[in-house]
């Protein structure tokens, strides 16, 4: 079965959708057409072969359409998802999904009251180094994680066009820290007992352009996430601490390795002073090479294209919708949270 895809706002994620159902998922879902406030982006569809509605109304009204993306700025998700769905279409909502959680509550409302599939563009699930990261969780090859670190960063500090608004849901939180904690609440399913953000604005005028978080799970692991735009060293992807090893994956091309204890034998440590090139030390004495070995991160098979097709079986009823609701419902509640640890300078305990 060919589901036919509707784009309502056709910019940059409006049209990475476009290019990749096209050339990658044809035999799944095709782009029927678009509509955007634009005109220029009006006429970009309609080179492409795409009709180029001219309401968002007659697109909805389309009999044929059965999926509409919504990838225009932040502020409009809720409004126009809801009427997506009122007209009867299926949704694939742009992250993030609405400006809070209770506007996320009046979408899904709306969503069980018309049985209609609604699902959020969580893409970065599908990513490599996340996938290794969880794998290497799951596997539990290195023991029971109790911090993770994981950072985006770079140096164009100018955050472009609505990104920079506020009205419009801009800044790095809601830009990055939405892909970079959903990632973190996937590897982790317990509950968010605590939250803590420190967020600047150092060349924005309305909106974060760099932040730091601390979330705490029940579970017991403590991630912290990090998104910069003005780093001009950059530190490692992730960073995982877990009980047997640590992992380290340096960048989006996956290099990194894992260093683990070779076997399970205790270490028994001589009570002396050992000289390092720090000075004098008991507690950081180095650990003999020999009790610990490297290895290669884990291989793993991943593709972004399964989120559509996961998209496309769920609505037929053949999978469990992967990226449901309710998961992106415990994500809006933490960045709540997180905002509010913003404006109130303090940690803010939770039971997310």
């Not at 509707?6 to 290019?19: K, R």
């Not at 799951?138 to 506020?166: A, F, N, T």
């Amino acid at each position: 079965m060919s589901h036919k895809l509707g784009i309502i706002g056709f910019g940059g994620m409006g049209g990475f959708h476009f290019n990749e159902v096209q050339s990658r998922l044809s035999d799944f879902v095709t782009v029927k057409g678009v509509y955007d406030v634009r005109e220029e982006r009006q006429q970009f569809a309609v080179d492409n072969g795409l009709i180029a509605y001219g309401t968002r109304e007659s697109l909805l009204n389309d009999p044929e359409v059965d999926i509409v993306l919504v990838a225009t700025p932040n502020n409009f998700h809720k409004e126009i998802s809801i009427d997506a769905l009122r007209h009867g279409k299926n949704v694939i909502c742009e992250k993030p999904v609405t400006m809070n959680s209770d506007e996320l509550r009046e979408i899904m409302k709306v969503a069980k009251e018309t049985a209609k599939v609604f699902t959020v563009h969580q893409n970065r699930r599908w990513d490599r180094d996340f996938r290794i990261i969880k794998e290497i969780v799951d596997s539990g090859m290195i023991g029971k994680p109790y911090m993770v670190e994981s950072r985006v960063q770079g140096s164009k500090r100018v955050l472009q066009e609505w990104r920079g608004r506020k009205e419009n849901g801009g800044g790095m939180i809601f830009d990055w820290g939405i892909h970079l904690l959903d990632q973190l609440m996937t590897l982790d399913k317990s509950k968010v007992k605590e939250v803590y953000c420190d967020a600047f604005s150092i060349f924005s005028k309305e909106v974060d352009d760099n932040f730091k978080a601390i979330i705490k799970f029940e579970s017991g692991l403590n991630a912290m996430f990090q998104v910069d735009t003005n780093c001009f060293i950059n530190q490692p992807r992730w960073h995982l601490l877990c009980e047997d090893g640590t992992a380290v994956i340096n960048d989006w091309s996956c290099s990194g390795k894992i260093v683990k204890l070779k076997d399970e034998s205790e270490l028994a440590w001589d009570n002396v002073i050992v000289y390092t090139e720090a000075g004098p030390t008991r507690t950081m004495a180095p650990r003999p090479r020999e009790t610990t070995e490297e290895v290669a991160l884990p291989s793993v098979n991943t593709d972004w294209c399964d989120f559509y097709k996961n998209v496309t079986a769920a609505i037929e009823g053949k999978e469990e919708l992967k990226v449901k609701p309710e998961e992106a419902l415990r994500v809006m509640n933490v960045i709540d949270e997180l905002f509010r640890s913003v404006k109130e300078g303090r940690s803010i305990t939770t039971d997310i």
